[in-house]
C-alpha cells in the first residue's frame, strides 16, 4: 500500500552554513565562534574544523543542480552572520550578501524554493567578545543583522526562519560548553535563553516589513517526546521536568506568551531576568513552526542529578543511530499531535530529521538501508499525523550533505548525499534515490 501526501505538500533538505560553506577566510568573512570553538585544540573530535568542509561557497551550482536532479521542491538553509557583518554590527560585507544572491537565484531558476534560517549558531566571535547571547544587546544585533539580510532578500524569499534549536545555542554553547562558545554556567544559559527568544520576536517585524507581501515567518525547535522510564510517580514526575527543560521552556513564551511556572520555580536563583514587554515580544504571531526530530527521551528520577533530578534510560533491545540515539518514529507521531493540540501552530514543517550511520562507498555506490527504513518510518508517522488533522506542510531531511557534525568534526554522516572530503566529490547514496521516488511519487510505498 502506498501512502499519499497532501497536493502541495513541500519536500525539502537542509543543511547550515558552518557545516558545509567553507571559505572560512574568504571575500571578507569574520571569524564566527565556531571558528575560535573549533581550533581550540580538544573542542572537536581529530581537531576537525570547518574551514573547507563541503566547500560549498565555490560548489553551490554543482549542489543546485544535485538537489534539482532529485526533484527536491525547497532547500533549507542558513546564513552566516559573519559573512554579512564580519564585526557583528556595523560595517556590510557585499561580498557576502552577493553569495546569498547568487545562491537564491541559483534555487530559484532550478525551480526549488529557498527556506531561510538566520542564525544556525555561527555569532560573530566579536560578539561573544562582549558577552554573546546572554548580554541583552544581542537581541538588538539581531535585529539589526536581520534587516540588513531580508532588505536584500526578502523579495525573492518568501519562507524565513529565525533561529535553529535556541535550546542547543544556550545550552550545550554557555552550560554543558561542548558547542561553541564552550562556557560552563547555568545562569548564563539561561538568559542566554532568554535573549535568543527576544532576538526571535524582535526579528520577526523586521521580516515581514522588508517582505513583499508574500513573506511567512517561523522559528525551528529542536523537540522530543519524553517518556518516563516507569509508571511510578517519581518517574512520571521527572519525565514532566525533563518536558519542561526541553519543549516547554520555548514552546510556552513562543506560543502563549508565558514561560512554564513549574519550571521556573524549579530554576530558582537561574531564572532568567525578564523586562517588562518581552514576553509580547517573544510571542509575536508566527506563520509556521520547524520542529526538528531526531529521537525521543526516555528518563528515570534521580535526586542525585542538579536541578532537573532526571537521568537518561536507554531502552534494550532499541536501534540506534551512530549518535548513540534511539530510532522511534512513533514519538514523531506523538509529538505532532501534541504540538497540534497544547499549542495549534497554523502550520508546522519538519524541518530536520535524519539518521547517522556508517556509511561505506562500495563499487561507486552507498547503500544505507537503514537510513531509508529510517526515513520510510518517520515519514509515515508525519503521514499519520496528517491524516488526524495536523496541519504539516512539509518535510526537510537532515541533511542533503554529509558535513561537519559540530563536536563530532566529520566522523558521523548524516548526508543522503556523501562527501569525500579529500577530493569533495559527491556521491548521490541510496537513500537520496529512494527520497527522490517520494518526492515524484508525493508519497512512500
Known amino acids: 500500500m502506498a501512502i499519499i501526501f497532501p497536493k502541495g505538500f513541500v519536500w525539502g533538505a537542509a543543511t547550515a552554513s558552518y557545516q558545509i560553506e567553507g571559505a572560512a577566510n574568504e571575500d571578507g568573512r569574520g571569524e564566527s565562534i565556531w571558528d575560535r570553538f573549533s581550533h581550540t585544540p580538544g573542542n572537536v573530535l581529530n581537531g576537525d574544523t570547518g574551514d ?23 532547500y533549507r538553509f542558513s546564513i552566516a552572520w559573519p ?20 545562491l537564491v537565484d541559483g534555487l530559484l531558476a532550478a525551480g526549488i524554493e529557498p527556506f531561510v534560517t538566520l542564525y544556525h549558531w555561527d555569532l560573530p566571535q566579536v560578539l561573544q567578545d562582549r558577552g554573546g547571547w546572554p548580554n541583552r544587546d544581542s537581541a538588538a544585533w539581531f535585529a539589526d ?35 561553541a562558545p564552550g562556557i560552563r554556567d547555568p545562569k548564563a544559559a539561561m538568559q542566554a535563553a532568554h535573549h535568543l527568544l527576544l532576538a526571535h520576536g524582535q526579528a520577526v517585524s523586521i521580516l515581514r516589513r522588508n517582505g ?9 525547535l529542536n523537540l522530543t517526546w519524553v517518556d ?49 514587554g518581552d514576553l509580547q515580544q517573544i510571542a509575536a504571531p508566527l506563520d509556521f513552526l520547524g520542529v526538528n526530530y531526531y529521537t525521543r527521551s526516555v528518563v528515570a528520577d534521580d535526586p542525585n542529578v542538579p536541578m532537573l533530578r532526571t537521568r537518561s534510560i536507554q531502552p534494550e533491545g532499541a536501534e540506534y543511530t551512530e549518535m548513540g540515539w534511539e530510532v522511534y518514529p512513533e ?41 531509508i527504513a529510517y526515513l520510510r518510518e518517520h515519514l509515515t508517522s508525519c503521514w499519520r499525523a496528517i491524516q488526524e488533522g495536523v496541519p504539516l ?12 557534525e559540530w563536536g563530532y568534526g566529520y566522523s558521523k554522516r548524516f548526508g543522503i548525499v556523501y562527501v569525500d572530503y579529500g577530493t ?21 510505498a
Not at 393 to 402: A, N
Open 52 to 74: 573547507v568542509a563541503d566547500d560549498h561557497y565555490h560548489r553551490w551550482p554543482q549542489d543546485v543542480a544535485l538537489m534539482q536532479s532529485l526533484g527536491l521542491k525547497a
Open 83 to 102: 559573512r554579512i557583518i564580519p564585526d557583528g554590527i556595523g560595517a556590510v560585507n557585499d561580498a557576502g550578501l552577493d553569495f546569498y544572491d547568487r
Open 145 to 179: 543583522y536581520t534587516a540588513v539580510v531580508s532588505r536584500r532578500l526578502g523579495d525573492r524569499v518568501h519562507n524565513w526562519i529565525t533561529l535553529n534549536e535556541p535550546w542547543v545555542s544556550a545550552f550545550l554553547g554557555y552550560m554543558m560548553g561542548v558547542h
Open 212 to 220: 513583499n507581501g508574500a513573506t511567512r515567518v517561523g522559528i525551528t
Open 228 to 276: 518516563p522510564a516507569s509508571d511510578r510517580p517519581e518517574d512520571v514526575e521527572a519525565a514532566r521536568r525533563q518536558d519542561g527543560f526541553a519543549n516547554r521552556l520555548f514552546l510556552d513564551p513562543v506560543f502563549k506568551g508565558s514561560y512554564p511556572a513549574d519550571f521556573m520555580e524549579l530554576c530558582g536563583d537561574l531564572a532568567p531576568q525578564v523586562e517588562e
Open 331 to 371: 514519538g514523531l507521531y506523538r509529538l505532532l499531535r501534541r504540538l497540534h493540540e497544547d499549542y495549534g501552530p497554523g502550520a508546522i514543517y519538519i524541518t530536520e530529521n535524519g539518521a547517522a550511520f556508517a556509511d561505506r562507498v562500495e563499487s561507486g555506490r552507498v547503500h544505507d538501508e537503514r537510513r
Open 393 to 404: 506542510r512539509g518535510y526537510f531531511v537532515w541533511s542533503l550533505l554529509d558535513n561537519f
Open 424 to 444: 569533495q566529490e559527491r556521491i548521490p547514496k541510496d537513500s537520496a534515490f529512494f527520497y527522490r521516488d517520494v518526492i515524484a511519487a508525493n508519497g512512500v
